[in-house]
């Protein structure tokens, strides 16, 4: 009588996701191409999931904990996972400041149960990725998670309320040895309002687990090399602003860069390397100056070091502000339905990239809402990732884009996007 009241099978007679059947070789016996159709996949349920008008934490402070133990000895990731890392890390460091240009990032190696500053929370990712490109340590001992995150925690308590304060941790040791009760560092990163993820090489660990559940931040453990890349370059866009984060206005330059005029120009040095250790200094004529206390500078974004001020430029600025305003998510089609529409204009190629599609290579395409181009899935990663804009929308004209609606036209021959 109860199992007629309640016919609910068990999981593993019904019910569950034969995750296995996506994975079809080709005509080649090679399963490339169903891997990749799977990580596409994964890309589009991640962009859809972004919404905007939302407060985000545009001006980030970010601390990457890098575990320089035994254990990143490993060759599970070829050829080591120490050394995998510092690789992707190194491509990590520059996405970052592409997508972040105002923000702010660090570097702390852990190992022989302490934690090491490589390099100071700075807005330059040369320097960075200088830095992490020779870092050529010794792995020994366990690391020591508790140190490393007190070390985070004394340069990004002291960061304005309106930053966001973050910490990514890349663990590869299961184990960590701590000096004392790490749920206190745990239970003050979380009064601090300062968030914590964690990308694990080996396993899920327990208490790395608890640390990102409750800072609010994103666990995540790798299968291989690519799920590795994939994993950590999620954590470029901005997340949601916490209730600790405040509504601030912040004062900002906007130097122009200009060459002293005169019949001899000075030469003068700027203040980024007057005191520098990597670089030598170098007199030049030209430069960025501070419009608050003329300081030089020959790169920004930069904060001057004299009077404080952040300077950045119209284009940076504006990188920073596209992650508010995503571009809609597109509509996922069949290509057989696409052309069986009533268009004048048949859909026979990729409106961005002009590539043929077929029902045989292309078996889904994505229609922008807006313009009514359509697109393959490389070009939608493309828009939503990299370009920001919808390639129909902006080389459409805006009278023109209600009738487009009823009525596409032909792809053009050649697009040119700067």
């Known amino acids: ?164 304060r973050e910490v990514l941790v890349i663990m590869g040791s299961l184990t960590t040895c701590d000096p004392t009760d790490i749920h206190v560092t745990i239970e003050t990163l979380k009064t601090e309002g300062i968030r914590c993820s964690v990308v694990s090489l080996s396993a899920e660990i327990r208490i790395c687990k608890y640390l990102c559940t409750e800072t609010g931040g994103t666990y995540a453990a790798v299968l291989d090399d690519a799920h590795y890349k994939d994993q950590l370059l999620q ?26 005029t005169g019949k001899e120009p000075p030469l003068t040095m700027c203040m980024c390397h007057i005191d520098s250790t990597d670089e030598p200094a170098k007199l030049t004529s030209g430069g960025y100056h501070c419009p608050q206390c003329y300081s030089k500078y020959c790169e920004l974004p930069v904060e001057c070091a004299a009077c404080g001020l952040t300077l950045a430029s119209a284009p940076h600025l504006a990188r920073s502000f596209h992650h508010l305003f995503p571009v809609p998510h597109f509509k996922e089609l069949t290509l057989e339905q696409v052309q069986q529409e009533a268009r004048e204009v048949p859909v026979n190629y990729c409106y961005a990239c002009q590539k043929p599609l077929t029902v045989t290579t292309d078996k889904t395409v994505y229609e922008c809402d807006a313009c009514r181009m359509v697109f393959c899935i490389d070009c939608d990663i493309f828009i939503h990732e990299t370009l920001h804009s919808c390639v129909g929308c902006t080389t459409i004209p805006a009278s023109a884009q209600t009738l487009q609606a009823r009525k596409p036209v032909a792809p053009p021959h050649s697009l040119s996007i700067i």
């Open 235 to 260: 954590h470029i866009d901005p997340p949601q602003a916490g209730n600790q984060q405040e509504f601030s206005l912040i004062k900002m330059g906007f130097p122009h860069g200009k060459t002293e």
């Open 1 to 164: 009588m109860a199992e007629e009241e309640d016919p609910k099978e068990y999981r593993w007679e019904t019910g569950y996701e034969k995750t296995w059947e996506a994975i079809k070789e080709d005509d080649d016996g090679l399963i490339e191409g169903s891997v990749t159709d799977i990580i596409q996949k994964a890309k589009r349920k991640r962009q859809a999931m972004k919404r905007g008008f939302s407060k985000l934490g545009m001006m980030r402070h970010l601390y990457v904990l890098l575990d320089c133990s035994e254990a990143m000895s490993v060759p599970d990731l070829k050829p080591t996972r120490f050394i995998c890392s510092l690789k992707l890390l190194e491509l990590f460091i520059e996405e970052f400041f592409d997508q972040n240009p105002i923000s702010q990032l660090g570097v702390i190696a852990m190992k022989a149960k302490r934690a090491e500053k490589i390099t100071e929370l700075s807005g330059t990712a040369r320097k960075h990725v200088k830095a992490v490109h020779a870092l050529n340590t010794q792995l020994t001992g366990e690391p020591s998670l508790q140190n490393g995150l007190e070390l985070a925690l004394k340069t990004l308590r002291l960061v304005p309320s309106h930053a966001s």
